[in-house]
């Protein structure tokens, strides 16, 4: 089993995604040891306690600067001997030294159909504001490995989601989370967890199950 710490900011619902889809069995080899937020008050806390999963909070104001908050985020990981780590709602960039300790061991989900609409600044509401400023007529999400650029990981899944043309940021964003990130969330920590995932450069490769091994 690949323990698993899930990082959160604020609601929950991908975490909410994840913790459903272990208790429906699609989620394979995968232990949720920990959830980690960046504040007391998120309710993805609650969340986690409903779900019996240990919940811990390395808060963000606490810490001077983001050196030192991204050293206590590594410092709790390895104190759990965490070997996944799934930012769900993650609200903060950690320092190059989060992503050198857990290279390839740490997955993202982006409300968008990455490149389009991110990097640094594009989180959250803003990305669907500006995904309908732009005019486009799909959008959707993206599960991808994490790297020192915002964004710009190798692309583990992605999945699409046609704008409406009555659509607002909050319609879309909330489309988008049920069609598109709450389902292939859930899939590439699977996937990652059942050894499936072979990164080549840029590209990541999904080996079949029978070679999983």
């Known amino acids: 089993m690949v323990k698993t710490a899930v990082l959160v900011s604020g609601g929950g619902t991908n975490l909410q995604a994840?913790?459903?889809?272990?208790?429906?069995?699609?989620?394979?080899?995968?232990?949720?040891?920990?959830?980690?937020?960046?504040?007391?008050?998120?309710?993805?806390?609650?969340?986690?306690?409903?779900?019996?999963?240990?919940a811990y909070v390395v808060d963000i104001k606490s810490f001077p600067n983001r050196?030192?908050?991204?050293?206590?985020?590594?410092?709790?990981l390895r104190d759990l001997d965490i070997e996944l780590v799934v930012m769900a709602g993650f609200k903060y960039i950690l320092t190059s030294r989060f992503t050198s300790?857990?290279?390839?061991?740490?997955i993202n989900i982006h409300p968008?159909?990455?490149?389009?609409?991110?990097?640094?600044?594009?989180?959250?509401?803003h990305v669907h504001e500006k995904a309908l400023e732009y005019g486009v007529k799909l959008t959707g999400a993206t599960?991808?490995?994490?790297?020192?650029?915002?964004?710009?990981?190798?692309?583990?899944?992605?999945?699409?989601?046609?704008?409406?043309?009555?659509?607002?940021?909050e319609t879309l964003q909330k489309r988008v989370m049920e069609e598109a990130e709450w389902k292939i969330l859930p899939r590439a920590v699977s996937l990652?967890?059942?050894?499936?995932?072979?990164?080549?450069?840029?590209?990541?490769?999904?080996?079949?199950?029978?070679?999983?091994?």
Request: aromatic share 8%; glycine share 6%.
């Open 112 to 125: 968008s159909l990455i490149p389009a609409f991110c990097g640094e600044g594009y989180y959250d509401i």
């Open 192 to 213: 990652f967890c059942e050894g499936r995932l072979k990164i080549e450069g840029r590209v990541v490769r999904i080996l079949p199950e029978k070679l999983s091994k």
């Open 18 to 54: 994840i913790l459903d889809a272990m208790l429906f069995g699609e989620i394979k080899n995968c232990e949720i040891t920990a959830v980690i937020s960046s504040s007391p008050e998120a309710y993805a806390l609650t969340r986690a306690k409903n779900a019996g999963v240990p």
């Open 143 to 169: 599960a991808h490995f994490v790297t020192r650029e915002p964004d710009a990981g190798p692309i583990i899944l992605q999945k699409a989601v046609e704008v409406r043309e009555d659509d607002t940021p």
């Open 67 to 76: 050196r030192f908050f991204t050293d206590a985020i590594i410092d709790k």
């Open 101 to 106: 300790v857990f290279d390839s061991r740490i």
